[in-house]
């Protein structure tokens, strides 16, 4: 199982009603056939840290990830979403598949996404602060 987390705040300028609608397309994201599950809601952490709402998906294994980076869904979702992020951390994802080189083929799987889709490669270049862990 891989457990990808995301940890993100709202631009200053989205609306309630923007908040209510990202928070609805990751939750149609959440809900594909290869997510076994998931969890989209307040982030818990420190305030001060900027984060205050968070994303997990609970993935079988990496073809499973494969599925849902490429899914429909979730490519259709991402426009809708990360316009109106202005901080974006991306994990650290956690797996109970102890393969060292696993973090390694996560990775060449979202380079791949990222040759495949220049145009979602350019979107996420628009949140101001994104980080990686």
């Known amino acids: 199982m891989i457990v990808h987390q995301l940890r993100f705040g709202f631009r200053d300028e989205t ?11 990751m939750r149609r994201t959440a809900s594909v056939d290869s997510v076994s599950f998931s969890a989209v809601g ?4 420190d305030p001060a840290a900027g984060y205050t ?4 998906v609970g993935i079988e ?6 599925r849902y980076m490429h899914d429909p869904v979730h490519l259709a979702g991402d426009p809708e979403i ?12 956690l797996a109970d598949d102890m393969d060292p080189e696993l973090g390694a083929k996560i990775l ?4 791949r996404k990222l040759a495949k889709f220049p145009e ?5 270049e628009t949140i101001p602060d994104v980080r990686i862990w």
């Open 15 to 25: 609306t309630e009603a923007q908040r209510a609608g990202v928070l609805a397309a």
């Open 120 to 124: 979602w490669a350019r979107l996420m």
């Open 61 to 66: 294994d990496l073809a499973a990830l494969e």
């Open 82 to 93: 990360i316009p109106h992020l202005a901080r974006l951390a991306i994990g650290p994802d």
């Open 42 to 45: 307040q982030h818990l952490g």
């Open 108 to 111: 060449a799987l979202n380079d």
């Open 53 to 56: 709402h968070g994303f997990c």
